[in-house]
């Protein structure tokens, strides 16, 4: 399967992106999309990989990195195969590259382990300007 992420770019501080990730293709477990756990990560220049947000396959449940309560948000579409992060009052901090990630295993254990992800997608520049 391949995820397509877009949607980012250059924003001022304060200012708004909503990331999108489309998914295509088979997965090699056989199985759909809609039933893998989705995540968005990140990685600035220098850091490694973080966990930034994640939901469920069926969108009930939903997390997020301290850094990121209450300004973004992280949805699905299962009938679109795209998963999307809106982030609101965005700061410096996060500049990064954003990647969406599809893990099957729906384990708390597994929620932001990057070894437990299935696959990535292939990246989307963010850069917040002060």
């Known amino acids: 399967v391949q995820l397509q992420a877009s949607g980012g770019g250059l924003e001022q501080a304060g200012g708004s992106l909503r990331l999108s990730c489309a998914a295509s293709?088979?997965?090699?477990?056989?199985?759909?999309?809609?039933?893998?756990?989705m995540e968005w990560y990140r990685q600035a220049p220098g850091k490694e990989r973080e966990l930034v947000a994640g939901?469920?396959?069926?969108?009930?449940?939903?997390y997020y990195a301290d850094s990121v309560k209450g300004r973004f948000t992280i949805s699905r579409d299962n009938a679109k195969s795209t998963v999307y992060l809106q982030m609101n009052s965005l700061n410096p901090e996060a500049t990064a590259i954003y990647y969406c990630?599809?893990?099957?295993?729906?384990?708390?254990?597994?929620?932001?382990?990057?070894?437990?992800?299935?696959?990535w997608g292939q990246g989307t520049l963010v850069t917040v300007s002060s």
């Open positions: 939901i469920s396959r069926t969108g009930n449940r939903s």
């Open positions: 293709g088979r997965t090699s477990s056989g199985r759909p999309l809609s039933v893998y756990d």
């Open positions: 990630a599809a893990r099957l295993v729906a384990t708390a254990q597994a929620m932001g382990v990057t070894s437990r992800v299935d696959y």
